[in-house]
């Protein structure tokens, strides 16, 4: 009986946020239209707020919970700027290399070394995905940055983002469409270790005539923010994997407020360039990241892989690491405005990503690739982030 109630009682508060986010969008509609600023930024907040937390409690919804999340955070930074700018005299830019390291901490204790050594089993989807990662892919970007004529550091940041290796969304992405997560996982331990040389070598190739690359500093950078966090990750899963419960279902949600509100302080720093350029943007995240998933496709499937591991490389190699590009953009290139490409880029991944999952899902391949799902990965309980 009590359980019945408990069960009542949970989906009378679902379906209350759902009619909480409907009183939201009609009192955002009539601020809209009477032209009331004060009106319209807290109902679009209390909106895509109460819409994250619907959908996180609706099964076949739940991984778009995340990205409205990001959207909520991201009008509450378009609105009322000042909350992520600084606190005091501190400048809050200051914290998203931290709030990276705490996310690739998150990462890397979802690997295992057997993921790094897996690749020695499997190397020629590995090797094909990490040509796709960091030859074609900054190429693209690169492409798509001319073809938009962006401002020379908004244009980097696009070319950056192309850069970057594959991120933890991906597995996450992988596992949803019943792809090969163990691939996955290696592609992204494989690609994240490649980094620290790749990354600023096709920055210096392709972004160096638009702005100051140093190679050196971006490859120390990466080691530091991206690297070291793994590592410890990976010394944590090996001593207390399993050990405390609650800090291996912390660690998620920790890493998804941390990518919210890394980008909610970008988004404020760089809110009236942004207002300029949104709309490319989203034009150019939407056309780099379907490349992406077509290129490492066909890609794959040009080198004679399985359907599975063919699906499996398209979301790698259409994802990237969307932390990565915001803390180089921030720490390396010293640019908000750069930054900007990594958080769009990052918040269409995640909602390109989840479709192509559940598209995927209901179309399950014939065979099974290369391997399963490694036990150590868990992506079950990894965040959409990026």
Same mark, same amino acid.
């Given at each position: 009986m009590t359980t019945h109630t408990s069960q009542s009682r949970g989906k009378g508060l679902h379906r209350a946020t759902l009619a909480v986010s409907g009183l939201g969008l009609v009192a955002a509609v009539a601020a809209y239209l009477a032209q009331s600023a004060a009106t319209l930024g807290p109902a679009m907040i209390v909106m895509l707020a109460s819409l994250a937390t619907y959908f996180a409690g609706h099964s076949k919804l739940k991984t778009f919970a995340f990205t409205f999340w990001v959207f909520a955070f991201v009008a509450a930074a378009m609105f009322y700027p000042s909350w992520f700018l600084s606190y005091g005299d501190y400048k809050l830019t200051n914290l998203i290399v931290p709030l990276i390291q705490i996310i690739m901490f998150g990462m890397g204790t979802s690997l295992s070394v057997a993921d790094f050594l897996r690749a020695l089993r499997i190397p020629k989807a590995v090797l094909v995905g990490m040509f796709l990662q960091f030859a074609v892919m900054p190429l693209t970007g690169w492409t798509i940055a001319n073809a938009f004529g962006f401002d020379p550091e908004v244009a980097a940041g696009v070319i950056l983002i192309g850069s970057c290796s594959g991120g933890v969304a991906s597995n996450v992405m992988?596992?949803?469409?019943?792809?090969? +997560?163990?691939?996955?996982?290696?592609?992204? %331990?494989? /690609?994240?270790?490649?980094? *620290?040389?790749?990354? *600023?070598?096709? $920055?210096?190739?392709? %972004?160096?005539?638009? +702005? *100051?690359?140093?190679?050196w500093q971006m490859m120390i950078e990466i080691i530091k923010m991206v690297i070291v966090p793994i590592i410890a990750g990976l010394v944590f899963n090996r001593i207390l994997h399993g050990k405390h419960g609650w800090l291996d279902r912390a660690l998620p949600v920790v890493s998804m407020a941390a990518i919210c509100y890394i980008i909610a302080i970008i988004t404020a720093n760089a809110r009236d360039k942004l207002l300029d350029v949104a709309f490319a943007l989203i034009g150019a995240a939407i056309l780099h990241n379907s490349i992406g998933y077509l290129?490492?496709?066909?890609?794959?499937?040009?080198?004679?892989? /399985?359907?599975?591991?063919?699906?499996?490389?398209? =979301?790698?190699?259409?994802?990237?690491?969307?932390?990565?590009?915001?803390?180089?953009? =921030?720490?390396?290139?010293? /640019?908000?405005?750069?930054?900007? %490409? *990594?958080?769009?880029?990052?918040?269409? $991944?995640?909602? /390109?990503g989840s479709t192509l999952a559940s598209w995927w899902r209901e179309r399950p391949p014939a065979d099974t690739g290369s391997g399963q799902a490694p036990e150590t990965a868990k992506p079950e309980e990894m965040p959409a982030v990026t």
């Open positions: 992988t596992f949803l469409a019943r792809g090969n +997560v163990a691939l996955s996982v290696t592609m992204t %331990a494989c /690609s994240t270790l490649a980094a *620290p040389v790749f990354t *600023p070598a096709a $920055m210096q190739l392709l %972004a160096g005539r638009l +702005v *100051p690359i140093n190679f290129l490492g496709y066909f890609g794959a499937r040009a080198a004679g892989l /399985s359907e599975i591991d063919c699906r499996t490389v398209a =979301i790698e190699v259409g994802m990237q690491n969307g932390g990565m590009g915001t803390g180089l953009a =921030i720490n390396v290139l010293k /640019s908000a405005d750069a930054a900007l %490409a *990594p958080n769009i880029f990052g918040t269409w $991944m995640n909602i /390109s």
